[in-house]
Structure formats: C-alpha cells, structure tokens
C-alpha cells in the first residue's frame, strides 16, 4: 500500500489570507484561512481551473512560485500573510480565486467554464483562467477575456494622502480580498453568458460592474470575527457606514485611538486601493446615497450607475437581517438590557452574527442563482429583478421571510422599472412560461444529451448545440425569436439543485441567438456598422419542455423597434464618454467587448 | 468688403485657426464705440495651418489693441499657443480670466496641476521613446500623441497669461457659480460662469492615476523611469529553469503582455488626461443687451452635467442667442440634453474645428442637429476655403453663407443687430 492511499483524501485545503486588505492590519479577523476545496496542485499554484503565473511586464521578471503541498507550507496551513512575499501573494489569490469559484458553483448547480477559448496549443494553461498577481506597475486590475486572465497592478500609495497606508508604500491590487472577487466574478460572468460584456445601454456596463461588487461584499458576511466585531460596534446595526468609538471623546475630542470613529469594513470595498488612490475613502459602499428615483436618470458611469443596484441588493439584505432578527432583539430587551453598542450580549452577537453570515449566503447565491434567468444580451436592471423573482420561486416557492418582497420594495424605491409589466406584484414580476405569453402549447426540445453525473462531451456539445438551433428555427415564434433568421445556441449548462424542501431540480439552460448587421444612422449609407442582436434564454425541464422564455427580440430594423432605438442612441451618446472615441471615432461601433481596462481606471 | 464695425451690432469673429479655437466678440457700448473680448488664441501643433500671425494681426487692428478681456478657456495648446509675450504686452488688456484651476493661490489647484503636467510629461517621454525603440505601437497610438502634445509645450503662453501679459492686466480666476454683474470697461455685459465645477466628484475624476512607470530616452538609450521593483532580488527567478516549465509564459506571449498591459494601458493614460483638462474650462454665459452668448470652451460631460442638473439650467439654454459648440463639434462635447433644450431657430453656432489631426472630429450627427436646431444658421471654420492656406484640410464648402454670416479672408462674422 502506498502511502497516499492509507489516507482519505482531504476534501479542502485551508490556506491563509486577508479578510480585507493589509492595511487592516490584524483588526478584526483580517488575518482570516479560507477553506478551499481539495484539488491536485503544481507549482504556481496551478490546478483545475486556474493557473498562477507570476509574470511582471513593467520588470520583466518571473517571481519564485508557491509550492502550497511543500510539508512546511502544508503543516502551516498556508503561508501567513505577508506583503514582501510573492509567494503569499499567489497563494490569496488563487484561494479568494477558487473561493468565489466555489460560491458560482454552488449557487448555480453545475461545474464552471470560462468564457474564452483557444490559446496556443502546446499553451499548458489552455482551458485556465490566468492569473498574473502583479502583472504591471499600475492602479489597475482587470480581466481580459483576449489575455485570459486576471490582471493585477501594484503602484505606489499617493505620497500626499494615503490612508491607512504609508505615504509611497506599495499596494498590491492582488492583496485586496475585494478587488480579487472582484475580477474574479466578471470572469465567472463572461463564462455564463457571453454577450454581457457588450456594452448596449447604460445598464449593462453598470450591471457587470454591480454584480461584481454583490458578490465581493457578499463575501464580506462570511468572516465571522469581522462580522462579530461589528456586530458589537453597531449594536447590531451592522449596514451602518460609521462606527461610534470605543469610547466617546471627551470635550477636548479624541485624544487616543480607540476614542476615534471608524468606518465599518463590511460594507465598504477596497478601502486601501481608494485611500491609496488619495480619495480617503474606499473604492465604493454596499449603500451609497439615500435611496431615491432620481439617480438611475443621472448617472450613466458604470460604476457609479452600478451603485444603485448594488444598494437595492443591500436594502433588501439587510432589510431581510431587520426582519428575521428582530424576535432576538426583542427577546434580549425582554430582560430588561439595554441593545446598544457598548453593551451587547456577546450570545445575542453571535447569534446575529450566526443570522447575518446566513442570510448572506442565501442573498448571494439567490443573486447568482437569478443569472440563469437573465435575458442573454442587453440586461437591464429591471430584467434583473425579474430574473431575481422567477429564479427564487422556483427554488422556494412560498416567500416565508418575505426575502422577495423585500427585493420589490428596494428596486421600486430606486426607481428601477422593469419594462412590459402591470405592476410590481411578485405574479407579474415572475417570467412567464410560453403559454401564459403567447398562449401556445410550450415547445420540447427532445433528445438532449446530459447527465446528473459529468459534464456532457465535447461531441454531445455539439449535438446539443445543433438540436437546440433547429428546435429554435422550429419554433421561432413561441420562443419570441425572429422567424427566418439563423438560429445559434450558446451556452449549454445542464443544472442540478436541492431545493429546501429535499427535491432535486434538474433543468437545462441555454441561449438561443440571433444577430442582424445594421447601419448607426439607418438614413445615412456612410455611418458604422454594428451587430444587433436579439435572443432567448430558454429554461428546459428534465423532459426538454420550455420552463421559460427570456427574451429580447431582435425586431425589425424600424422605428417601432424601441429596443433598437434606444441601442443606436446609446452608442451615439454614451460611448462618447469614455474618451477614446471623441479622437479614434470607429468604423464598427460594438462586437468589442466592453473595455475593463479603461472603465476601473475609475473614470 | 470693408472690415468694418457696424454701430449698434455684436459681432463675433471666429478666426480659421487650423484645429485650434480663437474668438474675437466685439460688443457696442455706445453709437461708434466697440469694446472687444477674446476667447482663447490656440493651434494644436498638428492641425496648425499657419494662420496664426495673420490672425493676431488682424486682432491688432480690429481692437487698435485694446482688449476689455481675455479669456484662456483651459491649459491645453489648441487653445492658448497664440498667447505669445512678445505679441500680447504690446496690447492694452483690462483683464485675463481663466478657469479655478489655474490659481497659483489654490491648493487644490496647484496640486492637481502638478500631476497633470508630470504626467502629460511622463507620456511624452514614454511615446518618443516606444517610438524610437521601433516597438510595435496600437491603433490608438497616434492619436494619443496628439492628445499628449496638446497639453505641453505650453509653458510660455501660460506664464504670459498669468503675468497679465506684463501690461498690468487684472488676472482672475473664476470657477462654476461665479459672476461678475458689471464687467470693468465694458457697460452693460455682465457675465456668468456655469463651469468648471470644483465639488469632490468632478475633483476626483480630475485626479489621474499617478505610479506608474514609463520610458524615456536619455542620449539614446531607453531608461525605466519610477521603475518600482515590488520585491526583493531573491524572489527573483530565472524563467529558463527546469522547474519553471510550467510557470512561465511563451516569449510571443511576453511580448504581448508587455505591449498590451504594460505600455499600451498609457495610451488610455492620455485620453483621460485629455478630458480632464478638457473638463477644467471655464463656461461662459455673456448677458449683453438682451443677448445671451455661450462659449462653453472644450467642455466635455462631466463639465457641462455638473450644472444641467441645477434649476435654471433649462431656461438659461432655452434663451441663448449665439453658442461656440464646445470642443470642435467632439461626440461627448455638446450633451443632448443640453442641445435639445435650446430653442429651434433661436440661435446661431459657430465651430471652430477640422478633421485633421482627429478624423473623427467633429462629429458628424452632431453638425446635423445643429444645422436643425439652428434652422441652418451654424458654420464650421474648415469650410473657409482660400488661397491664403492653400494646404489647409477642407471642410464641407458652404454653397450660401447663412443669414447673419459673413465671410472674410480669415474667418467667418456671425452679426446680431441689436
């Protein structure tokens, strides 16, 4: 018997990390071990999904890769954390890196594929998502599906103002838990749907950018120290921006630190990246401005248009950690104790603590969930909501905790509209099956290849791929696609879930699209091309029967065509916005994906 | 056609400058008497048709070199190189006015300003060296080169305008929400600025990342500057070792990475910088016997949305009578919101611009909205045609000068009889 065999093989394999980011010190549970699932690794690390390659382009150089099975690094745990180790450096990112993988995974039910293909053959990272730790001297880090990778920069802080850092320090964009999810999510995305990434309204950029910051501060609520921490702070008030200090400064105002306010981490991104940049604060907040209508019709920069979904999400979440913890607050007061910051039962912390990290795992994975719901191009916000309604009720179909009236209420409070609906009433929310649409019979789709077991084959890819474009040709009209156009499916994800009553769901998503080459300015023969596109999420039983419909019509090339209105005004307005265009101009306006490199500039 | 001033009529004089803007206003302050506003006097180095000295000339004779103001919108060269010491201290200037952010007496604006010029030095250096090196450059490479040569080299118009050009001219600095109700020398115009902004959010957006490296060329060798080496030397590994075989990238794709994320990101660089300081100029709203003259500079977006959104804006559009469109016709320059708020057939536009060096400018649906709103009455200075600059780029050839338009040797008049 050899030695490996006389053991179980490990299921995970902890590895150490920042909660936050270094300039957090060892304040609250920043130094935190990430329990990733078990794979065979290399050097690198290199593994299943991800591949490590710690190239600098800005020096030229390659830095010593981690060996994470060496008995010294293994014994440990991981190495501890550290800033002038490389080698730390790779080992958090690839942990955070395959963390977030784990979250997609579970949350949608089936094994992960990344949304790029190619790279030279005798590439031994072909099928992985590169990750380059410090790729470049720069305030930067992004995905690039040309490169296939992670990109992250490291650059010196602000000599002037520079936080929690020090003045000229470097920061490693690759250390910051938040901008790894980060990155990580938008590469995660791009592997689901792959028209996401162009840019055909306002939403979509701002969409990308907003999924990408759910899921980080997401994250945040599973660091238990951190969120006990906070816990006791806030008085349980855990969405609060400022912390009261320790203990209230006298007349002559704070003389020590712990007299001194602080700013609650969970709900903030990035905090050293923005201190760093000079900007004092973090990157951007889980709530930003007060809710309010106004905003989605003045703020058009990704990021910033993203903070409205991404405040509707926390409303709701910490809306719903209102609700479901109230009975424990009432309880405590009962004895006759005050619930305030300075006196917290550490129990009744714990157990909202208990409470929070929860419903936090069910918010995230309902959102990710909710991406296989979603239109295959052109997201709008609204879309958003009704993939969140549809998705949630088909796993839990009676809203004990009022989780998705609390969704409503917080996109309705923002202003976000879905379009074609009646009311903001869960039943109109919800996707409706072909029948309740068009009243036809829902088309099946026979003689799809999977299995709950493994991934279906290159060549039952294929087949797939073939039926589900005849079975869309077929039935163009029941499916809201355009009779007479080509038909191409996308993205063929057999899912499995376990829904909270114990049964198994099996159900087949895929997109079916279509595309038309259209000019800018329909009255001028001279003005760019662009690809329009329209199509169909479909959502297929176990049996190959139409669950759902998602769709956006590819229409005809008129003005009734509010979808293609709307899409050619954007491009003559917004994409003016990002500086290139006003010098370059184009010949071809979209089909290049939407540039990360520029947009987290933060412009 | 006598060069002459009619009594009783503004006249705004918009001079063909090349790719660059130079805007003479003369405004009558009593029956035979013109005071005289410039606005900007500036060619970018690559769009210069050599027109310049021409131009001042007749600036000299026009005001018998007496400017009540002049204005420099924003510190970019296609807007100020014609600011020249040796022309200007021969003037008699009231005063000079220019945007917030050029005080020397603002933090703010002094540090910004710091690392705007550092940078804008930065990627010259960079460019000239890439290029020397014989490197493979991306698409938007000439472009960004343009756009860096626009912001240096402007060192002795910028000196001359904060000097008051040696002749005792009174120097201020306005910022978005300011105005002066009675302007010295000239009864009857009052003035408001609408921009630049200077609240947080503009400020940011003003704040270019700075650390990252770049080349330059030092006696023909190629040197890494603010090279930052994030380790220490023994983490440093030789790619070319056994172990390293499956940690280390193709040289093809080295070369690549280098290219795309090391180098070419600066070019991105270059365009935000642009904007940025495209974004720092001063908007001006001119209120003279009843008529309303907006020159907006080279504002772009973030300039013109920090006061769209106030209450007044509406009305303030709805009643201009003339408009300077804002950076050569540029696509983001003129905000829908803003042009369809004007009132259709109300005012005249000029655009000083042509499609050399950015083909892209102006931008092409934008002239036709405007000849819509304007009920035609708009030209661009590219379609003056003359045999004084023969080599110019032509613009479209205007077959009928619009009512109100004149034509002359240099540039075209746009006439409002009051």
């Known amino acids: 018997m050899t030695k490996s065999q006389r053991y179980d093989k490990p299921f995970e394999r902890p590895l150490k990390a920042y909660a936050f980011d270094p300039s ?64 730390f450096h790779q080992q958090m990112v690839y942990a955070v890196a395959s963390e977030t993988i784990r979250r997609f995974e579970f949350a949608l039910g089936r094994r992960t594929k990344w949304g790029f293909r190619g790279g030279a053959k005798d590439d031994p990272h072909r099928s992985r998502l590169r990750i380059f730790p410090h790729a470049m001297q720069e305030a930067n880090a992004y995905y690039s599906r040309d490169l296939r990778a992670l990109v992250f920069g490291y650059f010196p802080a602000s000599e002037t103002d520079a936080g929690a850092s020090l003045a000229g320090q470097t920061v490693f964009t690759c250390l910051s838990h938040d901008i790894v999810v980060h990155e990580t999510t938008h590469a995660l995305i791009d592997g689901q749907r792959r028209f996401f990434m162009e840019p055909t309204g306002p939403d979509t950029p701002a969409f990308h950018e907003a999924f990408a910051d759910i899921v980080a501060l997401f994250q945040h609520f599973s660091y238990k120290e951190a969120l006990i921490e906070m816990i006791q702070k806030t008085g349980g008030l855990i969405y609060r921006l400022n912390v009261a200090p320790d203990i209230a400064p006298g007349e002559e105002g704070p003389l020590i630190s712990s007299e001194l306010a602080t700013s609650n981490p969970l709900v903030q991104l990035a905090r050293q990246f923005g201190e760093a940049m000079g900007a004092r604060r973090a990157l951007r907040q889980a709530l930003g401005t007060r809710p309010n209508s106004k905003d989605l019709q003045k703020l058009f920069e990704p990021h910033e248009r993203g903070a409205i979904l991404v405040a509707a999400i926390f409303d709701a979440f910490f809306s719903a950690y209102v609700r479901k913890t109230r009975d424990l607050m009432r309880i405590a007061r009962a004895t006759g104790a005050q619930v305030s910051p300075d006196n917290l039962h550490p129990d009744l912390a714990n157990r909202l603590a208990g409470e929070a990290a929860k419903i936090a795992g069910q918010f995230s994975n309902i959102c990710i969930r909710a991406l296989d719901y979603c239109p295959p191009i052109d997201i709008l916000f609204g879309d958003f909501l009704r993939a969140l309604i549809t998705a949630d009720y088909d796993l839990v179909p009676n809203d004990v905790y009022d989780y998705r009236a609390g969704f409503i209420e917080a996109f309705r409070l923002r202003g976000i509209r879905p379009e074609n609906v009646v009311s903001y009433s869960e039943e109109s929310l919800r996707w409706c099956p072909p029948e309740e649409m068009k009243n036809v019979e829902p088309p099946v789709c026979k003689g799809l290849k999977f299995d709950v077991f493994s991934l279906p084959t290159q060549t039952e890819q294929r087949e797939n791929a073939i039926l589900l474009s005849r079975f869309g040709r077929n039935n163009a009209r029941a499916l809201g696609l355009r009779p007479n156009v080509p038909v191409q499916a996308h993205s063929f994800h057999p899912l499995h879930r376990v829904g909270p009553d114990g049964r198994l769901h099996v159900e087949i998503v895929a997109e079916l699209m279509q595309q038309a080459e259209l000019k800018l300015d329909p009255k001028n023969r001279k003005s760019p091309n662009f690809t329009f596109r329209g199509g169909t999420t479909v959502l297929l039983d176990r049996e190959g029967k139409v669950r759902y419909a998602i769709q956006k019509n590819l229409g005809a090339d008129n003005q009734e065509n509010e979808r293609l209105t709307r899409q050619r005004r954007f491009y003559v307005e917004m994409d003016a916005a990002s500086g290139l265009t006003t010098y370059l101009g184009s010949s071809r306006i979209d089909s290049r994906p939407m540039n990360f490199n520029l947009i987290h500039r933060g412009y | 056609m006598p060069d002459t001033l009619k009594p009783n009529t503004i006249r705004i004089r918009m001079y063909r400058i090349g790719f660059g803007d130079c805007f003479l206003v003369s405004l009558p302050t009593s029956a035979d008497e013109f005071r005289h506003l410039l606005v900007d006097c500036g060619v970018h180095g690559a769009g210069n048709i050599g027109t310049l000295d021409e131009i001042v000339d007749n600036i000299a004779t026009v005001t018998s070199k007496k400017l009540a103001v002049v204005i420099a919108t924003h510190a970019h060269q296609d807007h100020i190189s014609g600011f020249a010491p040796q022309k200007f201290s021969q003037f008699q200037i009231g005063e000079v006015w220019m945007p917030w952010s050029e005080d020397p007496k603002d933090p703010k604006a002094v540090q910004l300003k710091k690392k705007h010029v550092a940078l804008a030095q930065q990627l010259a250096q960079h460019f000239a060296a890439q290029a020397k090196m014989g490197l493979r450059v991306s698409k938007s490479r000439t472009a960004a080169v343009a756009a860096v040569a626009n912001l240096v080299t402007n060192k002795t118009s910028l000196d001359a305008l904060h000097a008051g050009f040696g002749v005792n001219a009174h120097v201020r600095f306005f910022k978005g929400g300011d105005s002066v109700p009675n302007v010295n020398e000239v009864p009857g115009l009052s003035v408001r600025f609408l921009g630049p902004p200077t609240d947080e959010s503009f400020l940011a957006k003003m704040d270019p990342p700075a650390g990252h490296s770049y080349l330059r060329l030092n006696r023909n060798r190629v040197e890494v500057m603010n090279q930052l080496r994030p380790f220490a030397d023994k983490w440093e590994i030789d790619p070319h070792r056994s172990e390293m075989k499956n940690v280390r990238l193709s040289q093809t794709e080295e070369k690549r990475i280098k290219t795309d ?135 479209p050839a205007l077959t009928k000068v619009p009512k109100g338009f004149q034509k002359g040797d240099f540039w075209y008049d746009y006439l409002i009889k009051l």
């Open chain 1, 24 to 87: 957090q010190g060892r304040n609250l549970g920043n130094y935190m071990t990430v329990s990733i699932r078990h794979e065979p690794l290399s050097p690198g690390p290199i593994g299943r999904y991800l591949a490590v390659i710690d190239y600098d382009a800005s020096n030229d150089s390659y830095y010593e890769p981690v060996d994470l099975n060496d008995p010294s690094v293994l014994v440990r745990g991981g190495l501890e954390p550290s800033e002038s180790d490389p080698r």
């Open chain 2, 261 to 395: 994320i090391a180098s070419d990101s600066l070019d991105g660089l270059a365009f935000t910088l642009d904007n940025a300081i495209n974004n720092t100029s001063l908007v001006t709203l001119f209120s003279f016997r009843g008529q309303t003259l907006l020159f907006p500079g080279d504002a772009q977006y973030g300039n013109w949305a920090s006061w769209l959104e106030q209450d007044g804006s509406a009305d303030i559009l709805a009643s201009i009578s003339f408009l300077k469109v804002a950076h050569h016709g540029s696509v983001n320059a003129t905000p829908t919101d803003a042009l369809e708020k004007m009132a259709t057939g109300k005012f005249a536009a000029m655009v000083s611009t042509q499609s050399s060096p950015w083909p892209s400018i102006p931008r092409i649906p934008l002239m036709d909205r405007l000849k819509e709103q304007t009920k035609n009455r708009i030209v661009r200075s590219d379609s003056l045609q003359s045999a004084n600059f023969p080599n110019a780029p032509k613009g």
